[in-house]
């Protein structure tokens, strides 16, 4: 399997508080994990990609005090939006890759969380 | 930059073929992926081809890779009613593990 999960799914807060987004991946390890950004109708904006132990790496653009990435663990990643304002509001994706030989480096979604910030 | 592109909308009736198409920029993409996204869901993985094929069939769903054209194609077969949903086209290129979006295209089946 290749299950991944997000919590919360659902967010809504005031402008100017924080808020932390998990992503985890169930039924394996995950060598690497990325965050995508997702606008209403619009594609998926990769915002960074994050392997367990190391530094995130930000796509250009995307402010890293901001976007706080933090990769603990095999199976955790966490995104956490520092002083949010209504510009962030979207809806925000994790995946994760298995980092096995032969599995195409698939990427595996996971539910995504909408966060409304008001 | 790499770009991949497709058309925004696509309408069939319940138990017709539907054929959804994207074309990509990047001559060294190594996979092509077809995701799937319901309203407010994240994205679910159908199918992927490796770049040196030409077709892929996984029960309703057939995959065509036109190299040469940069032209991946998703058909769905015998199309129902949960089928409805955006799909997206992905192409990894050769030197990162990162991902290409296409547009996204809206696929409406009408029962």
């Known amino acids: 399997g290749a299950v991944v999960s997000q919590h919360p799914s659902r967010v809504i807060c005031k402008s100017g508080t924080s808020v932390k987004i998990e992503c985890r991946s169930l039924d394996f390890q995950a060598t690497t994990m990325f965050w995508y950004r997702q606008f209403p109708k619009q594609s998926l904006m990769l915002m960074a990609t994050s392997n367990e132990g190391s530094k995130a790496t930000y796509e250009q653009g995307v402010e890293k005090d901001k976007f706080l990435i933090n990769h603990a663990s095999l199976t955790l990643s966490t995104l956490t939006v520092t002083s949010a304002h209504p510009e962030d509001s979207s809806f925000y994706i994790c995946s994760a890759t298995k980092g096995l030989a032969g599995d195409s480096d698939t990427q595996y979604f996971g539910p995504g969380t909408r966060l409304t910030v008001l | 930059g790499e770009d991949v592109e497709q058309s925004l909308f696509l309408s069939v009736r319940e138990g017709d073929s539907s054929v959804i198409n994207c074309t990509y920029t990047d001559s060294s993409s190594t996979y092509l992926y077809w995701y799937k996204q319901e309203p407010g869901a994240g994205l679910q993985l159908l199918t992927y081809?490796?770049?040196?094929?030409d077709m892929k069939q996984d029960q309703r769903l057939t995959v065509l890779l036109n190299k040469k054209d940069k032209h991946l194609s998703l058909r769905i077969a015998d199309t129902q009613t949960g089928d409805s949903a955006i799909y997206f086209c992905?192409?990894?290129?050769?030197?990162?593990?990162?991902?290409?979006f296409g547009t996204g295209t809206l696929l409406a089946v009408q029962p």
């Open positions: 992905a192409e990894k290129g050769g030197a990162t593990n990162k991902l290409i």
């Open positions: 081809i490796f770049s040196n094929m």
